[in-house]
C-alpha cells in the first residue's frame, strides 16, 4: 500500500482520533490516521476505568489544568449528545490519616485556582454523599466528576471522523521514516506533508527517529483493576478517591462506579519490563527490559519525586492482601472476599527525562521537522481530548506560519 496524504496521525487511540478529526475541520485536505492494531482504542484510551477528570489535581495555569477543565465540560456535553453511558455523580476524596489533610486542603486550592466547583464537607455530609466512604475529619467533595465507557466514547468519535472524511488504515505499523516525508510502514511507503505523532506507548522511539525528545524515554506502568462483587454490602455511587501523594502524578486505588453499574477498584501503577506487558511475561522483550531496567534503576536510587516509596508501595500491592488493605482505608466495611477480577489492565505511558531522573506531570509536545510529536498524553489525556487536540494543531498552525 504506497499511499499520500497531507497530514498522517500515527496512533488510533483518543488523542490520534480527536486530532485528526480537528486535522481534518482546520484544513481540509488528506489526513489519514494509522494504527498497528486491528481496531482503534485497544490500548490505554479504551482501558481506562473512564473517569472524566475535573481537574483538581493540577497546579493553576499548567495545560493539564486548563485542558481538563474545559475537556471534562465538554466531553460529558458530546456524552449526552450522542446519548453514551455517562455517570455523573460527582467524587469525594477522602483522608486515610491526619498527614493526608494537608494535601486535601491544597488540593481544595487548586481547585478554587482553576475554577472547579469542589468543596470541603465533614463527615456527616460524606456519609449523604456515599454511605460506606470513611475519612479523617473531613474529606473534598468534587461534583462535576463524571465516568463514561471508554469504549463507546471511542466508538462515537471514530464514527466522527470517517464520517468527516478521515481515512483510517488498521493493521498498519509506523516503522521507520525513510526520508522527511515518506514514512515505511507495514504495509508500504506513506509520503506525508505533516506528521502528527500520537504512538502512545511507543511515542519516544517515533520521535527519536526524527531527532526530537532525545531526553525523554517512555516507561510503562501497568494498572491493574479488581471488581466488587455483586454480593458485597458495600454501595457506590460515584467516585472514592484517596488523597494522592502530590509528588508524583498517580492517584491511587479508588472506588468507581461505571455507567452498567458495575464498581472497579484500582488501578495499581506496577513498573514493567515490557512496553505490552500486559499479563505475566508476555510482552516483555529483552530489548525493553534492559532499557526499562535501567532508567527504572535509576529513578530507585536518584529517589525523584519519592519515586522509591511509590515503587515499593505499588510491588506490595501485587499481593491480593496488599490491595485489599489498600482498598480497605477508603471504605467501611470491606471484606476480601469483596474483591473479585475485574476488567482488563491498562498501561500507562509515562514519560521520563532521562537526564534528571524526572517523572513528567504535564502534557509534552515538540515540534519536529514536518512533524510534530505529542510525548507525554497519559491521565487526564482523556478527558481533555477534544481541546487538547484543537491546542495541538493550534501549536502546529503557528509553528506553519512561523
Given at each position: 500500500?504506497?499511499d499520500t496524504c497531507?497530514?498522517?496521525?500515527v496512533?488510533?487511540?483518543v488523542?490520534?482520533v480527536?486530532i485528526s478529526r480537528?486535522l481534518r475541520?482546520?484544513?481540509?485536505g488528506?489526513v489519514l490516521v494509522i494504527?498497528k ?11 481506562n476505568s473512564?473517569?472524566l477528570?475535573a ?6 495555569g499548567?495545560l493539564k489544568a486548563?485542558?481538563c477543565?474545559?475537556g471534562n ?11 453514551l ?6 467524587k ?5 490519616t491526619?498527614?493526608?489533610?494537608p494535601a486535601l486542603d491544597?488540593l481544595h486550592?487548586?481547585?478554587?485556582g482553576?475554577g472547579?466547583?469542589?468543596s470541603?464537607i465533614d463527615?456527616?455530609?460524606l456519609r449523604?454523599?456515599?454511605?460506606y466512604?470513611?475519612t479523617?475529619e473531613?474529606?473534598l467533595?468534587v461534583k462535576?466528576?463524571?465516568?463514561v465507557?471508554p469504549q ?6 471514530l ?6 472524511g ?7 505499523a509506523?516503522e521507520?521514516?525513510?526520508?522527511v516525508?515518506?514514512a ?5 511507503v506513506i509520503?506525508y506533508g505533516?506528521?502528527v ?8 522511539r ?5 531527532g526530537?525528545?532525545?531526553n525523554?524515554?517512555i516507561?510503562?506502568?501497568l494498572?491493574k483493576f479488581s471488581?466488587l ?8 455511587r460515584?467516585n472514592?478517591?484517596?488523597?494522592p501523594d502530590?509528588r508524583?502524578?498517580f492517584?491511587?486505588?479508588h472506588f468507581t ?8 477498584i484500582g ?6 519490563l515490557?512496553r505490552e506487558q ?11 527490559a534492559?532499557s526499562?531496567?535501567?532508567?527504572l ?5 536518584k529517589?525523584r519525586?519519592?519515586f ?8 506490595s500491592?501485587m499481593t491480593?492482601?496488599g490491595?485489599?488493605h489498600?482498598?480497605a482505608?477508603?471504605?467501611r ?7 473479585v ?6 498501561i500507562?505511558?509515562?514519560?521520563v527525562?532521562i537526564?534528571t531522573?524526572e517523572l513528567?506531570n504535564?502534557?509534552v509536545i ?8 505529542v510525548l ?6 482523556f ?8 491546542h495541538v494543531?493550534?501549536t502546529m498552525?503557528l509553528e506553519?506560519?512561523?
Amino acid at each position: 500500500m504506497d499511499d499520500t496524504c497531507d497530514f498522517l496521525v500515527v496512533g488510533a487511540g483518543v488523542v490520534g482520533v480527536t486530532i485528526s478529526r480537528e486535522l481534518r475541520r482546520r484544513y481540509g485536505g488528506r489526513v489519514l490516521v494509522i494504527e498497528k492494531e486491528p481496531s482503534a482504542a485497544l490500548h490505554a484510551s479504551g482501558r481506562n476505568s473512564g473517569v472524566l477528570h475535573a481537574g483538581v489535581y493540577y497546579q493553576a495555569g499548567s495545560l493539564k489544568a486548563r485542558l481538563c477543565v474545559s475537556g471534562n465540560q465538554r466531553m460529558r456535553a458530546y456524552c449526552r449528545e450522542r446519548g453514551l453511558p455517562i455517570n455523573e455523580c460527582g467524587k469525594v476524596i477522602v483522608a486515610r490519616t491526619v498527614e493526608d489533610l494537608p494535601a486535601l486542603d491544597e488540593l481544595h486550592r487548586r481547585a478554587q485556582g482553576n475554577g472547579i466547583e469542589a468543596s470541603i464537607i465533614d463527615a456527616q455530609t460524606l456519609r449523604e454523599l456515599e454511605p460506606y466512604a470513611k475519612t479523617t475529619e473531613r474529606a473534598l467533595y468534587v461534583k462535576d466528576t463524571a465516568v463514561v465507557a471508554p469504549q463507546a466514547v471511542m466508538g462515537a468519535l471514530l464514527e466522527d471522523a470517517q464520517k468527516e472524511g478521515v481515512g483510517f488504515e488498521f493493521n498498519c505499523a509506523w516503522e521507520h521514516t525513510e526520508t522527511v516525508g515518506l514514512a515505511r510502514t507495514a504495509r508500504g511507503v506513506i509520503a506525508y506533508g505533516h506528521l502528527v505523532n500520537c504512538a502512545g506507548l511507543f511515542a519516544d522511539r517515533v520521535a527519536h527517529a526524527f531527532g526530537v525528545g532525545g531526553n525523554y524515554q517512555i516507561l510503562p506502568f501497568l494498572g491493574k483493576f479488581s471488581q466488587l462483587s455483586p454480593q458485597s454490602k458495600i454501595q457506590v455511587r460515584g467516585n472514592i478517591y484517596p488523597v494522592p501523594d502530590l509528588r508524583n502524578p498517580f492517584l491511587g486505588i479508588h472506588f468507581t462506579r461505571r455507567p452498567n453499574g458495575e464498581v472497579i477498584i484500582g488501578p495499581s501503577a506496577l513498573p514493567l519490563l515490557g512496553r505490552e506487558q500486559y499479563s505475566g511475561l508476555k510482552g516483555a522483550n529483552a530489548s525493553d527490559a534492559f532499557s526499562m531496567g535501567k532508567y527504572l534503576l535509576r529513578l530507585f536510587i536518584k529517589n525523584r519525586d519519592h519515586f522509591r516509596s511509590l515503587a515499593l508501595k505499588e510491588i506490595s500491592k501485587m499481593t491480593k492482601n496488599g490491595f485489599y488493605h489498600e482498598a480497605a482505608g477508603l471504605v467501611r466495611g470491606l471484606e476480601p472476599e469483596d474483591l473479585v477480577v475485574g476488567k482488563s489492565a491498562g498501561i500507562r505511558a509515562q514519560l521520563v527525562n532521562i537526564h534528571t531522573a524526572e517523572l513528567l506531570n504535564d502534557f509534552v509536545i515538540e515540534p519536529g521537522e514536518r512533524s510534530t510529536h505529542v510525548l507525554n498524553a497519559n491521565s487526564p489525556a482523556f478527558t481533555s481530548a477534544l481541546p487538547f487536540a484543537e491546542h495541538v494543531v493550534q501549536t502546529m498552525e503557528l509553528e506553519r506560519q512561523g
